[in-house]
């Protein structure tokens, strides 16, 4: 079959070398010939070939087929190749075996028989880069003969596409990304770089009020079954979580147990590693579906509380700014990132945001009040979650966890501390957490500790008030006597000017009298 390829290729050559042919030849006779060369091929060559490109002709999106493809071979032919290649997957210790580049791979399908082969394109240049070279693409070229064109076209590609899919969804290991810095890669997926997903927390596992957990539930199986609804609405298929509170109250817990609940990717977007609006779309858009994109701690990551100031407070703010990287209104006006308000939220909820599906877009925060309305209205985050200190519901969740224990006679005086005591889940569980063997403690001696830690948290808190009591009393005594001081001086001054006036008046009046005599 090869060599009607070759022969096929050969024919175009002296097409083409035939297009070129001196002026003198008759235009009209070159034209009869060139086009009878097409017709020569297509006697002689009774083969048709399909080209599958790594990329579109814009470059800025995989092309799906391809992957489809590249699963389908690297499963369903690999005992039909001569030439394979091994490889360690970046996220797993398992040998990876697909087909070699430029090798020829043999299936058949109802009766017809299709040759696959991959090739890669000569680089353009030498360069080197550490995120992988971006002018080498690969090519699927699938061959067949052209008795089988509407088979090919209109019933193997459609089964090829579907059972890559189908055997992406079976042995579908579900990854964790972080972006890279921008300018690192540019196509290739090369934007991410990803381990394996092996988070273990789930709802079952998570600190949290019961009720909340079931509302959160059905939340998410709502949003995962609503493909349909979104589309009869005309909304981007994805939503919005904003969750806030206190250190340690378990908000990345949080978005694992969604990940594993739903079975998602997780993109850890770190926002100081983009350069600009544009690298943030291009990260988008090499987001998959059933995904997590995640921004922590989004108040600590950029500047995103300045909210809409003029430019005098512009200006003050610049003087008065820390070393933290801000998040401008006006790219043009800052030096450092060109990641704007605007930018971001456009990511959210602009007209890229509904290139692909099924994603959840996840804020975090300890500190809501900092950041700028528009960024956390609803249609951006659309539900907002408060993780907040441990109570004693979400505390019987630790013990069944922890130590496995459902009722305990400490449980009483557990909860009315709780209840009196601000103290994050992740310090309960410390306190819940057994030692070492040789310094294993049972569950009366962590109960016990608990209550102790409790209680010095308690009373931590309580010294911690009383002194910001007395610190606020000392601040308004001294505002007070401040004030007092003033008004003294004011009044001190308004009665000198009043008995300055008084002496100009008499003055004056005297000279008066003296003149009339």
């Given at each position: 079959?090869?060599?009607?390829?070759?022969?096929?290729?050969?024919?175009?050559?002296l097409?083409?070398?035939?297009?070129?042919?001196?002026?003198h030849v008759?235009?009209?006779?070159r034209h009869?010939?060139?086009?009878l060369?097409?017709?020569?091929?297509?006697?002689?060559n009774?083969?048709?070939?399909?080209?599958?490109?790594?990329?579109?002709?814009?470059?800025?999106?995989?092309?799906?087929?391809f992957?489809?493809?590249?699963t389908?071979l690297r499963?369903?032919?690999?005992d039909?190749?001569?030439?394979?290649?091994?490889?360690?997957?970046?996220d797993?210790?398992?040998?990876?075996?697909?087909?070699?580049?430029n090798?020829?791979?043999?299936?058949a399908?109802?009766g017809?028989?299709?040759?696959?082969?991959v090739?890669?394109?000569?680089?353009r240049?030498?360069?080197?880069?550490?995120?992988?070279?971006?002018?080498?693409?690969?090519?699927y070229?699938?061959?067949?003969?052209?008795?089988?064109?509407?088979?090919?076209?209109?019933?193997?590609?459609?089964?090829?596409l579907?059972?890559g899919?189908?055997?992406t969804?079976?042995?579908?290991?579900?990854?964790?990304?972080?972006?890279?810095?921008?300018?690192g890669?540019?196509g290739?997926?090369?934007?991410?770089?990803?381990?394996a997903?092996?988070h273990p927390a789930?709802?079952?596992?998570l600190a949290?009020?019961?009720?909340?957990?079931?509302?959160?539930?059905d939340?998410?199986?709502?949003?995962?079954?609503?493909?349909?609804?979104?589309?009869?609405?005309?909304?981007?298929?994805?939503?919005?979580?904003?969750l806030?509170?206190?250190?340690g109250?378990?908000?990345?817990?949080?978005?694992?147990?969604?990940?594993?609940?739903l079975?998602?990717?997780?993109?850890?977007l770190?926002l100081?590693a983009?350069?600009?609006?544009?690298d943030?779309r291009?990260?988008?858009i090499?987001?998959?579906?059933?995904?997590?994109?995640?921004?922590?701690?989004?108040?600590?990551?950029?500047?995103?509380?300045?909210?809409?100031?003029?430019?005098?407070?512009?200006?003050k703010?610049?003087a008065?700014?820390?070393?933290?990287?801000k998040l401008?209104t006006?790219?043009?006006k800052?030096?450092g990132?060109?990641?704007t308000?605007?930018?971001?939220?456009?990511?959210?909820?602009?007209?890229?945001?509904?290139?692909?599906?099924?994603r959840?877009?996840i804020?975090?925060t300890?500190?809501?009040d900092k950041?700028?309305?528009?960024?956390?209205?609803?249609?951006?985050?659309?539900?907002?979650?408060?993780m907040s200190?441990?109570r004693?519901?979400?505390?019987?969740v630790?013990a069944?966890?922890?130590l496995?224990?459902k009722?305990?006679?400490?449980?009483?005086?557990?909860?009315?501390l709780?209840?009196?005591?601000?103290m994050?889940?992740?310090?309960?569980?410390?306190?819940?957490?057994?030692?070492?063997?040789?310094?294993?403690?049972?569950a009366?001696a962590?109960?016990?500790?608990?209550?102790?830690?409790?209680k010095q948290a308690?009373?931590?808190?309580?010294?911690?008030?009383?002194?910001e009591?007395?610190?606020?009393?000392?601040?308004?005594?001294?505002?007070?006597?401040?004030?007092?001081?003033?008004?003294k001086?004011?009044?001190?001054?308004?009665?000198?000017?009043?008995e300055?006036k008084?002496?100009?008046?008499?003055?004056?009046n005297?000279?008066?009298?003296?003149?009339?005599?």
């Open positions: 079959m090869e060599k009607w390829v070759g022969f096929g290729s050969a024919m175009a050559g097409g083409l070398l035939w297009s070129r042919m001196p002026e008759h235009d009209e006779a009869i010939i060139s086009s060369v097409p017709m020569v091929m297509s006697y002689f009774p083969y048709e070939q399909i080209t599958i490109s790594e990329y579109g002709e814009e470059r800025f999106r995989r092309n799906k087929m992957d489809a493809v590249s389908y499963r369903a032919c690999l039909h190749a001569s030439k394979l290649k091994a490889e360690l997957g970046r797993s210790s398992n040998l990876q075996v697909s087909v070699g580049d090798d020829e791979v043999t299936d399908f109802q017809a028989t299709v040759w696959w082969y090739a890669k394109k000569v680089p240049s030498n360069v080197i880069s550490l995120y992988g070279n971006q002018d080498d693409p690969r090519t070229r699938v061959i067949f003969h052209r008795h089988h064109h509407d088979l090919v076209v209109g019933k193997y590609l459609p089964h090829v579907q059972e899919r189908d055997i969804v079976r042995n579908r290991q579900r990854r964790l990304f972080t972006n890279n810095p921008s300018g890669g540019h290739r997926g090369d934007v991410w770089s990803h381990v997903f092996e789930t709802f079952d596992t949290m009020d019961p009720d909340d957990k079931e509302e959160i539930l939340d998410l199986d709502a949003f995962r079954e609503a493909k349909d609804y979104y589309t009869k609405v005309g909304k981007a298929w994805k939503r919005g979580y904003l806030y509170g206190p250190p109250t378990g908000k990345s817990t949080m978005i694992a147990a969604m990940a594993n609940f079975d998602y990717d997780v993109y850890d770190e100081t983009v350069n600009n609006n544009t943030l291009k990260l988008f090499e987001t998959t579906g059933k995904s997590i994109i995640v921004i922590e701690d989004i108040d600590c990551s950029v500047d995103l509380t300045g909210k809409r100031k003029d430019k005098k407070a512009e200006k703010a610049d008065d700014s820390d070393d933290k990287p401008p006006d790219p043009d800052d030096d990132t060109k990641v308000l605007s930018g971001l939220l456009n990511f959210i909820d602009g007209l890229w945001s509904a290139c692909g599906g099924e959840i877009i804020f975090t300890n500190h809501k950041l700028d309305p528009a960024l956390i209205r609803r249609g951006r985050m659309d539900r907002h979650i408060e200190y441990c004693f519901r979400a505390f019987k630790l069944k966890n922890y496995d224990v009722e305990h006679e400490l449980f009483g005086q557990i909860a009315q709780l209840e009196e005591t601000d994050s889940p992740a310090d309960v569980a410390e306190n819940l957490m057994p030692m070492s063997k040789k310094k294993k403690r049972d009366n962590c109960f016990e500790g608990l209550v102790e830690a409790l308690k009373e931590e808190a309580a010294a911690k008030a009383l002194a009591a007395a610190k606020a009393k000392e601040k308004a005594e001294a505002e007070a006597k401040e004030a007092k001081e003033k008004d001086a004011a009044a001190e001054a308004t009665e000198n000017r009043g300055d008084g002496k100009d008046s008499k003055m004056s005297g000279e008066i009298k003296e003149g009339d005599k």
